[in-house]
Each structure stands twice: as C-alpha cells, then as structure tokens.
C-alpha cells in the first residue's frame, strides 16, 4: 500500500500524559498536512510542512502542541500534557506541491485519540 | 477566508441520481473546488475538483456556474456503499493551505 499510513490507528492516555504520533506520507509528496476531528465535525487545519519546512501553524495548535518532519519525509504530532479536550482524531495528509497545482491532498486513516 | 456552506444531512435511494450544492460566495479568484467523502473512523477520500464549468470522472460530475459562488456534487446512481459525510472545500492550497475549511459537510444516507 503506497498511501499515507498514520502509526498509532488507536492511542489511550490517561489526563497529563505526553503522546506522539506518527504519519508516513507518499513518497513523492513534499506537503504533509495535520488535522483534527472531533465527532460530527470536519477536519480543522492544525499545520503543514513543505519538505522540512513548517510553513503554516493554525491558532488552534497550543503550545502543547508541537510537530515536526525531519529531512521532509515522516512527520511526527507531539501533545504534552495532555486535557480530555484533546480527545479526537488526528489526520494526516500529503500532496505534491508544484506549478499550478491545486494541492489535492491524500489522507491517511488517522489516529483516534482518547484522552481518560 | 472561503466559508461554505452545504446542507446538513440528505437522504436518497439506491440507484437515483444524487445533487449536494455547497454555497461558496466569498471564493476568490485563485480558489479552486474539491470535493471529499468521508466514512466512518477513515480519512476524507478526494472525489473530484474543478475550476469552473463542469468536471466529470469515474466517480463522480462537478458542476459549477459561471459565478463560481456555488457548485454542485453529482453522484450518480448512488449504492448502499455511498453512504457517507461528503466535504466541500473551497481554496488554492498552494498558496493557502490553512486558510481553507471543511465545514461540517452533508451526510448522504442511501437507503435501499
């Protein structure tokens, strides 16, 4: 399977805890994008990274909030002390960037999140 | 920042022809239109995208009027299997990739 892959699917932790995930993009993509969803809501725009390069971070990303894509491959999304009002799903996507390209991004299948 | 708007929720049968308008009056020049499907616990899938006029693919039409302030989805022939959360995205991501929103998107029921 050549798509995105996001590594945990499922993430229990307890209120205060530190968790980190991580999303593998398509190989050929240099933009790898995270977003959050929470229950009957569409995705909200965290971040996003052109190669190694965050160019863009949403006011929603708190300063608990931390991601980073080292040498423009994989990307990791860190949450420190972590708040029940974190519980959501976490997506990740990639696309190719480039001339007048619209940018189309591919999703991988989240990380569902659960904040005890 | 393009705001859209798209029914809440919409019911259909299977084998109809299936419309879902979204409402984008604020969408600039640059902005480009792209279409998601969602299922359950599962990433939003591309479905199509369009500048203006009509776009056609295997799965699905697009058709936007010459205003572009709005455009519609066209499924055709929906199955049980199209039943899903389907996003209308309004922006030109190379340039503005936090400045686009999903929205709450339309839930497409197909019942048999």
């Known amino acids: 399977d050549t798509g995105v892959s996001q590594d945990p699917r499922h993430k229990i932790t307890k209120r205060g805890q530190n968790v980190t995930f991580r999303c593998d993009p398509i190989s050929e993509h240099n933009r790898l994008y995270w977003y959050r969803q929470t229950l009957g809501q569409g995705p909200e725009f965290l971040t996003y990274?052109?190669?190694?390069?965050?160019?863009?971070k949403s006011r929603l990303l708190s300063d608990r909030f931390s991601a980073e894509r080292p040498k423009g491959s994989f990307s990791t999304l860190e949450i420190q002390r972590t708040e029940q009002g974190d519980s959501a799903m976490y997506l990740c996507?990639?696309?190719?960037?480039?001339?007048?390209?619209?940018?189309?991004?591919?999703f991988g299948p989240g990380t569902r999140l659960t904040v005890l | 920042l393009a705001k859209t708007t798209q029914p809440i929720s919409m019911d259909s049968y299977e084998g109809q022809e299936v419309n879902i308008t979204c409402s984008h009056n604020n969408i600039a020049t640059n902005d480009y239109i792209t279409w998601y499907q969602q299922f359950p616990s599962q990433g939003p899938r591309f479905i199509i995208q369009g500048y203006k006029t009509k776009v056609t693919n295997e799965v699905a039409s697009l058709f936007i009027p010459a205003d572009r302030k709005s455009s519609t989805l066209s499924l055709p022939r929906v199955s049980l299997s199209d039943t899903a959360v389907y996003y209308c995205?309004?922006?030109?991501?190379?340039?503005?990739?936090?400045?686009?929103?999903f929205g709450d998107g339309t839930t497409l029921t197909v019942k048999p």
């Open positions: 996507a990639s696309s190719a960037s480039g001339g007048i390209s619209t940018d189309t991004q591919y």
């Open positions: 995205l309004v922006g030109f991501m190379n340039t503005n990739a936090g400045k686009s929103t």
């Open positions: 990274f052109q190669n190694e390069a965050q160019l863009e």
